[in-house]
T-cell receptor, first 113, second 110 residues
Framework: DVKVTQSSRYLVKRTGEKVFLECVQDMDHENMFWYRQDPGLGLRLIYFSYDVKMKEKGDIPEGYSVSREKKERFSLILESASTNQTSMYLC????????????FGSGTRLTVV | EDKVVQSPLSLVVHEGDTVTLNCSYEVTNFRSLLWYKQEKKAPTFLFMLTSSGIEKKSGRLSSILDKKELFSILNITATQTGDSAVYLCAVSVGAQKLVFGQGTRLTINP
């Protein structure tokens, strides 16, 4: 069964901490994405990557960075966590060259206190 | 700015009812429109629509796209409590990017 795996289901971090959210896919997909999901706002794209070591800003990149050193792994980094980054974070991947075909991870619910 | 708007944001119906969820969009480089169902965890794929007027069906769920009026609907007939979920509409806009609507929270009461 193909999968996108996010390393943590729930995380609680303190304001100012550096936070790493990890995502691994086993489908050999070219594209990987990080979204955050907030009530009433839907899913908003933070960053995406269409190849190893490549990254593109999404709609809300401020306060975040990403790393893609290997094709299967895409990491989201909160350099200095703040309470307004409390949210559900969803990772997704898709094959290149198509207009859809996303597979999502189960999400990480991050609380910053 | 690319935009996807879903309505209603929340809907409560009784088991057995038929529901229609709406999704309208304004985007610059449309490739396809997708519907997802999200229960407690990861959104799961329902439909991908690329052509106008062609209905896609899966059991009690169906969806259709109107590229002239820039909207799609998702129909669920004979609803069951297991249909309770958030339904997400998304539009693929070049370079693999998906733009999502706010979601519709559907609650089916027994």
């Amino acid at each position: 069964d193909v999968k996108v795996t996010q390393s943590s289901r729930y995380l609680v971090k303190r304001t100012g901490e550096k936070v790493f959210l990890e995502c691994v896919q086993d489908m050999d997909h070219e594209n990987m994405f990080w979204y955050r999901q907030d009530p009433g706002l839907g899913l908003r794209l933070i960053y995406f990557s269409y190849d190893v070591k490549m990254k593109e800003k999404g709609d809300i990149p401020e306060g975040y960075s990403v790393s893609r050193e290997k094709k299967e792994r895409f990491s989201l980094i909160l350099e200095s966590a703040s309470t307004n980054q409390t949210s559900m974070y969803l990772c997704a991947s898709s094959p290149g060259g198509t207009g859809g075909g996303y597979t999502f991870g189960s999400g990480t619910r991050l609380t910053v206190v | 700015e690319d935009k996807v708007v879903q309505s209603p944001l929340s809907l409560v119906v009784h088991e057995g009812d038929t529901v229609t969820l709406n999704c309208s969009y304004e985007v610059t480089n449309f490739r396809s429109l997708l519907w997802y169902k999200q229960e407690k965890k990861a959104p799961t794929f329902l439909f991908m629509l690329t052509s106008s007027g062609i209905e896609k069906k899966s059991g009690r769920l169906s969806s259709i796209l109107d590229k002239k009026e820039l909207f799609s609907i998702l129909n669920i007939t004979a609803t069951q409590t297991g249909d309770s979920a958030v339904y997400l509409c998304a539009v693929s806009v070049g370079a693999q990017k998906l733009v999502f609507g706010q979601g519709t929270r559907l609650t089916i009461n027994p």
